[in-house]
């Protein structure tokens, strides 16, 4: 397989289901932010080299979620292409999010203020990771329910939540106090 393929030199790309649209469509750019925020998970693992085990392997699974997520944007059938069962995202994607950020809660110190992204540089890259979900999240919500269903939404809205624990109990691990607004 090429790398480049020269089709999309007039702007335009494919869609799972063969169909070409703008690279500026809403769609392209939903799952270009899910691209991203997986990218920037991917420099907070390089730069925390080596982060604590059990917070690289969250990640790792994070970003197998999101290339998931990107292919279910990226497909405009009423379902996902044969081609893509690597990973599903359902309300049991998002219970598992939320038990990873029960886990975090308990080991980090009450939160009472806002506080300053920051700190260790995976703890900051993982405070960029969570604006750009959020981004991503705005995106998608933008595409409507009949683009994205109520678990990719869903999913999206914990995931920010998770990198914002992520990014604290980095932080904290490190020994590195909070900055508080």
């Avoid at 007039?10 to 990218?39: I, M, N, Q």
Wanted: proline letters at 4%; a negative charge; charged letters at 30%.
């Amino acid at each position: 397989m090429k790398i480049y393929t020269k089709t999309g030199d007039a702007g335009e790309t494919g869609l799972f289901d063969g169909s070409r649209v703008s690279k500026a469509d809403p769609r392209v750019d939903a799952y270009g932010e899910v691209d991203e925020v997986g990218a920037w998970l991917g420099v907070a693992r390089a730069v925390g080299a080596p982060l604590d085990a059990d917070l690289d392997e969250i990640l790792i699974g994070i970003q197998r979620d999101l290339f998931a997520l990107g292919a279910r944007l990226a497909d405009p059938s009423a379902r996902i292409a044969a081609r893509v069962t690597k990973v599903v995202l359902d309300h049991g994607s998002v219970n598992r999010l939320e038990g990873w950020i029960d886990r975090l809660e308990k080991e980090l110190p009450p939160l009472r203020e806002f506080i300053l992204a920051g700190g260790a540089p995976a703890g900051a890259m993982l405070h960029l990771a969570r604006t750009v979900c959020r981004r991503a999240e705005r995106r998608i919500v933008a595409l409507g329910p009949e683009t994205a269903d109520e678990a990719v939404t869903a999913y999206v809205n914990r995931l920010s939540d998770l990198l914002f624990m992520l990014a604290r109990a980095v932080n904290h691990r490190r020994g590195l106090a909070e900055i508080t607004w």
